[in-house]
Each structure stands twice: as C-alpha cells, then as structure tokens.
C-alpha cells in the first residue's frame, strides 16, 4: 500500500461488533467499498480512516464512543501492535514500541518524551487531514487503557489536554474514565507520573515480543506495497461470480467507482475488465475441475455462465481442451 494508507484490521471489527456496530454497517455509512475486508486487512486513507471514525460515532449514537472503544482494549482482541505493547516491561517501553508501530493503527504518529521523569505522550497528525476531536480524545484515552490493562491497576493520568476537549456529556464520560478532565491546550498530550511509567506490566512478556517484533515489521513494510485494481477486480469477482454477476457494472459498484474509472485504472495496469475476468474464470475452471465432487454444469454457473454450453466454449479457447479431458489431466476423476 502506498505512503498515506493505513490498515483496519479483524481487532477492530471485533471491538465493533462487542458494542453492537457491525463493520458493515460503518462501512456503508462512510460511503466505502464493500470489498475493503476481502483481505486480511483493508487499506485506507487518511480521509477515509476519520470517516469510518464518523461513522462509529453515527451509528453508536454515543459521544462518547472512544471511551466505550478504549475500554475494548484488550489482549483477547488480538491486535497485534496492542498485544505487542502489553509484552512490555512498564508503560515507557510499551509507549516507545507503539511510537515505532504507530502507523498500524492509523493515521496519528505518538511522541514520547521521558527524559523529566515523567512520561509525557503526545498524538500528532501524521498525514492528511486534521483528524476528527472525537478521535483524538480517544487517542489519548488508549494509553491510560493500555497502562491499567498491563499494571491490573487503576492508572490515572497526571494531565490530559488537547485542542478542543469534548464538551457536554462527552467530557464527563472522559472525566469518570480517565479520572481527571481533558484540559484545553495547543497539543494533544498524557502525562503520566514516573512511579506509573515505571510500573512494572504483570504481561510483561520478552519471549511473546521476540515472536511479534519481525511480525510488526513485516506488516510496516506491508503498508508501502501497491495494491493493484486488478487485484481487487478479481476479489470482488470470487464473490459475485457464484450469483451469477460477472459485468463490470457490477464489479464497479462493489468498488465504489464508475465504469469509466474502473476501466481507466485497468488500462493503466496494461490490462483490461474482460482480460481480468477470463484469467480469474479459468484459474477457477482449474480449481472446480480438480475436485471431483464438483460437476462440470455446476462449475459453469460458479463461474457465472448461464449455460454450461458457454462455458465448454470459453474452456476450449483459454486451453484448446475440454473440460473433461483438463479434469483428467489434473488429477479429477468425475466425467459429469
């Protein structure tokens, strides 16, 4: 994925779902692409990252939410840069490894400063746009989550401020989570005392984070590859093809993009809808017809063919066999 894209993975999905807001739902709601959770994990942008957070904040109908979302964090979620935190001897090493794997979490970079004594955090935009207040109040609410997550105590910040604090019920939900209110200052910082940096983490744990740390480095990397619109053609086609949808009106709409534009980044990838759909056609032909419980009519209309006779055809042009004679080739016994 290119610089400026970030990853919502299955943790927050299940965080969602323990408070009652399905992912599809917020996807729908932030106007996104049904095919972003194909994979293992869906790339964002900025602007979309905050309008998936907008979403959440809707729906829930609580302004609040990231109070009810730091309370989530948890080990049994699984995030992997959390888990990887809580491995950590005291809250200083757990903050200093999020600053490093900040960027798997979304579009915010987290400062650490240590050096008075105290351990001062503080969330700054990494890129994009200014990213909602709600958001940022939950940014700073995830520390202090993470600290009595790990020391099993009731962690409570020195100081908590940001621009623009919530106001209204928001702020005393924050209030009576943090255990001191959001003041209103020039950057969105937690401070927490040197008796509770160093506090020792009953997960400590150096053996799980020797197993993560190449884990999150593989993922970081994974944040600059680029994800080709072929690639997600063929995604969106494993789903539709079975319903018989197989147009790239279709294929567009599950996408979230015109035709025009579909067609356009395609030809840019020097490739086209009709080239991406015959390929993924018969690199699925092949796998039906290596499973001998599958029929060759029940292959034709998995592939989205109205007729077995079209789909004999297309077999017969991308192989010059049919698809009997590949079946015997590859391994299937079945002549149905």
């Known amino acids: 994925m290119s610089v400026g ?13 323990d408070l009652g807001t399905p992912i599809g739902s917020v996807l729908r709601l932030a106007g996104l692409p049904e095919d ?6 869906a790339a964002l942008t900025p602007d979309q990252f905050y309008r998936c957070w907008q979403a959440v904040e809707e729906l ?15 080990a049994e979620t699984f995030q992997p840069t959390i888990f990887a935190a809580l ?10 490894r999020i600053a490093v794997y900040k960027r798997l979490l979304g579009p915010l970079q987290l400062a650490v400063d240590a050096d008075g004594g105290s351990l001062t955090l503080t969330v700054r935009r990494l890129t ?9 109040a939950y940014e700073l609410a995830l520390p202090v989550a993470l600290a009595r997550l790990g020391t099993r105590g009731r962690v409570t910040p020195a100081r908590i401020a940001m621009p623009e604090p919530p106001r209204g019920a928001a702020a005393q939900a924050y209030r009576e989570y943090l255990g001191t209110p959001i003041a209103n200052g020039p950057e969105a910082t937690v401070t927490f ?59 567009a709409r599950r996408l979230a993009l015109s035709v025009r534009t ?3 980044r395609l030809a840019r990838e020097d490739t086209s809808f009709q080239a991406v ?36 055809r297309a077999f017969h042009q991308w192989s010059g066999t049919t698809p009997q004679q590949a079946r015997a080739l590859l391994g299937g016994t079945s002549s149905a």
């Not at 972003?36 to 994990?41: I, N, Y």
């Not at 994009?128 to 940022?136: A, D, L, Q």
């Not at 197993?211 to 494993?238: H, I, K, M, N, Q």
């Not at 056609?281 to 001998?292: F, S, T």
């Open 5 to 17: 894209r970030f990853t919502l993975g299955p943790a927050i999905t299940a965080a969602l779902a």
């Open 36 to 41: 972003l959770l194909l994979d293992r994990q």
């Open 60 to 74: 829930s109908g609580d302004p609040a939410i990231g109070v009810a979302l730091a309370g989530q964090a948890r």
């Open 87 to 96: 491995c950590s001897p005291d809250l200083r090493h757990a903050a200093e």
């Open 128 to 136: 994009g746009p200014e990213p909602p207040s709600s958001f940022v």
């Open 193 to 251: 005392t040197a008796l509770d940096a160093r506090r020792p983490f009953l997960t400590a744990n150096t053996q799980m984070w020797q197993v993560f740390e190449p884990e999150l480095r593989r993922r970081l990397a994974d944040l600059d590859e680029v994800e080709s619109t072929a690639g997600r053609v063929r995604a969106a086609l494993l789903e539709l093809l079975p319903a018989g949808q197989c147009a790239a009106p279709a294929v």
């Open 262 to 264: 579909l067609q356009r």
């Open 277 to 312: 759909l015959e390929r993924t056609r018969h690199d699925l032909a092949r796998h039906y017809l290596e499973r001998p419980g599958v029929t060759v009519t029940e292959i034709a209309l998995l592939l989205g063919y109205d007729e077995p006779s079209s789909f004999y």
